[in-house]
C-alpha cells in the first residue's frame, strides 16, 4: 500500500463532477481527506506487545494490509524494538493518523494532543 491518492483521486479539492470546491453537495471536498485515507505516518495509542490487544491488532492489520509508512508508538508501556515509541505526537513528526487504542477515560486526553498536533484525522 503506497502512501499518496490512488488511481482517479480527486485532490483538487472539489468533488468529482461538480467542479465548486465543497458545492452545495455537502461533502468535505476531497483533498482534504486525503491524510485519513493514504496517510504516510500513523501513530497508535495502546500499541502492545500483547496479540490480544487492540493496538497491536491494528498494528498487525496495518502491515498485513501492505502499509508501508511509518508506525510510531504512543506512550508505549512495553517498548517494541521494531517500533520507534514517542512520548507525544509532537515528538513523532507530522502524524497522519491517530489510532486510538486505550481506555475511554484516557482516549479524551490524547484526542485533544492530537488536535493540537495537527493530525490528520482519528480512528477510535
Not at 483521486?9 to 455537502?26: F, K, S, V, W
Not at 507530522?94 to 484525522?121: M, N, Q, R
Request: glycine share 16%.
Amino acid at each position: 500500500m503506497t502512501p499518496g491518492p490512488g488511481p482517479g483521486a480527486h485532490t483538487d479539492g472539489a468533488p468529482p463532477g461538480d467542479g465548486a470546491a465543497g458545492g452545495e453537495t455537502g461533502h468535505a471536498p476531497a483533498g482534504r481527506l486525503d491524510r485519513l485515507f493514504f496517510p504516510r505516518r500513523i501513530a497508535i495509542a495502546g500499541l502492545s506487545q500483547r496479540p490480544e490487544a487492540w493496538g497491536r491488532a491494528s498494528y498487525e492489520f496495518l502491515r498485513g494490509a501492505g502499509f508501508d509508512g511509518e508506525v510510531v508508538a504512543l506512550r508505549p508501556r512495553q517498548p517494541d524494538p521494531d517500533i520507534r515509541g514517542v512520548e507525544s505526537l509532537a515528538e513523532a513528526g507530522p502524524v497522519d493518523v491517530l489510532i486510538v487504542a486505550i481506555p475511554a477515560k484516557g482516549a479524551v486526553e490524547v484526542l485533544g494532543e492530537a488536535a493540537a498536533a495537527d493530525v490528520g484525522g482519528a480512528v477510535v
